[in-house]
């Protein structure tokens, strides 16, 4: 489906006022429409190349060569014909406007969801949660699943937290949806 930057501006307003964040649109954006992850984050934002360069400009002014429109459609097409990479400062500066990471505005793969382990915090500084079938030393935690149960232990914590609807396999990520009674991503972009 074609999609125009002046509609995607504009229903970057509509779910922000749902409660969206400008990284929720833009990953939505870059599954649906096979956007660059720089031109999804600047267009989440509702910006054009322009406006992004002035807000560049007055956040670094002073500090460089001042950025146009046609530094950002550089930076933009990169890695194709014509861009330019942009250097890990302007990642990080970028990273800035965008209220993102670095890493968030490069395209490719995800290899982490190859890695089996879990990213997922316990809710307390410094623990993390360690994923573990239930032996006899925790046999009053979890609930049945396929045979067996599954539950995570808290280090260092000694409590047991049911995770049987997550388990065995790692849950899958989740875009974020937006606050009740908005309209869910599938719905909203069109």
């Not at 994923?131 to 232990?153: K, L, M, Q, T, Y």
């Amino acid at each position: 489906m074609a999609v125009s930057a002046a509609g995607l501006r504009a229903e970057s307003g509509r779910l922000r006022a749902l409660g969206w964040s400008y990284r929720g649109i833009a990953l939505e954006w870059q599954r649906r429409y096979r956007l660059n992850a720089r031109v999804a984050f600047r267009l989440a934002h509702g910006w054009t190349q322009e406006e992004a360069a002035r807000r560049w400009n007055a956040r670094w002014s002073g500090e460089g060569p001042p950025k146009t429109g046609k530094s950002f459609s550089y930076w933009e097409i990169w890695p194709g014909r014509g861009g330019r990479a942009p250097s890990t400062r302007t990642l990080a500066r970028l990273a800035e406007l965008y209220l993102c990471r670095p890493g968030d505005l490069l395209d490719g793969e995800d290899f982490g969801r190859r890695d089996t382990g879990r990213d997922e915090l316990s809710g307390q500084p410094g623990r993390a949660a360690v994923p573990a079938i239930v032996g006899d030393d925790h046999s009053d935690c979890g609930r049945s699943r396929g045979g067996g149960r599954c539950v995570e232990h808290e280090a260092d914590v000694g409590d047991c937290v049911d995770r049987a609807d997550s388990c065995p396999e790692p849950a899958a990520p989740v875009i974020p949806a937006p606050r009740a009674g908005g309209l869910a991503a599938s719905e909203a972009v069109r």
